[in-house]
């Protein structure tokens, strides 16, 4: 434990914001899962793209509040963005 006062103050803080990232990552995480998901139960495209479009709101948000870096959320949509495109590619 610290025992200069400003260092005890920003343990608390960085508790804090670790909790909060940790919930945001988690949202992210779940409603990208909830995509893949959709994918592998082969439900149409009209669907999986509404619940894209609901992941891509999470991965934006984590990434503006600083959970993650922009380039991270970048990547996962890019890579989310591929499976969906490859998966309906190969049933036409």
């Known amino acids: ?3 200069i006062k400003s260092a005890k103050r920003r343990v608390k803080v960085s ?17 990208i899962k909830k995509v ?5 139960e082969g439900k149409d495209r009209d669907e999986v793209e509404k619940l894209y479009k609901v992941a ?8 503006k509040i600083g959970a993650i870096h922009k380039n991270e ?13 490859k998966h ?3 049933k036409e």
Request: charged share 35%; aromatic share 6%.
């Open 56 to 63: 891509q709101g999470f991965i934006d948000k984590a990434a």
């Open 36 to 40: 893949l998901e959709a994918l592998n």
């Open 15 to 31: 508790e804090r914001n670790r909790l909060i990232n940790k919930a945001y990552k988690t949202r992210m995480k779940n409603s």
């Open 88 to 90: 309906f590619a190969s």
């Open 1 to 3: 434990m610290p025992n």
């Open 73 to 85: 959320a970048s990547r996962r949509k890019s890579r989310l963005m591929k499976k969906i495109n």
